[in-house]
């Protein structure tokens, strides 16, 4: 499994951990309007786009797939969105 982070222009794709989602999405960690973070591993994807207010109920416009089904998709706040990646990275 991958995480790709793509934040004005600069983009980084590493394997994905815990650990690591946990210090992308901790309530400190910075993320700028308009960062891209997904997770993907084979037809699987969940990618988060920041859109709203830093804290904000709606801060990151969620969207995701297995193969050609949509999963999940609409707004949520920081620990929403954590919790979900969480999720993700429990199905391996």
């Known amino acids: 499994m991958i995480l790709r982070i793509c934040d004005n222009g600069r983009e980084r794709i ?3 951990s815990a650990e690591l989602v ?6 400190e960690a910075p993320i700028a309007d308009g960062t891209e973070i997904t997770l993907a591993e084979g037809d699987r994807w969940l990618a988060a786009l ?7 109920a709606g801060e990151f416009l969620l969207s995701g797939a297995q193969g050609e ?3 999940i998709s609409g ?3 920081r620990g929403d969105t ?3 990646f ?3 990275l429990s199905l391996r």
């Open 82 to 84: 954590l919790r979900r």
């Open 50 to 56: 920041a859109v709203g207010a830093p804290g904000g």
């Open 69 to 71: 089904t949509p999963t």
């Open 86 to 88: 969480r999720e993700f």
């Open 14 to 16: 590493v394997p994905a």
């Open 75 to 77: 707004q949520a706040g």
């Open 22 to 27: 946990e210090q992308v999405f901790a309530p």
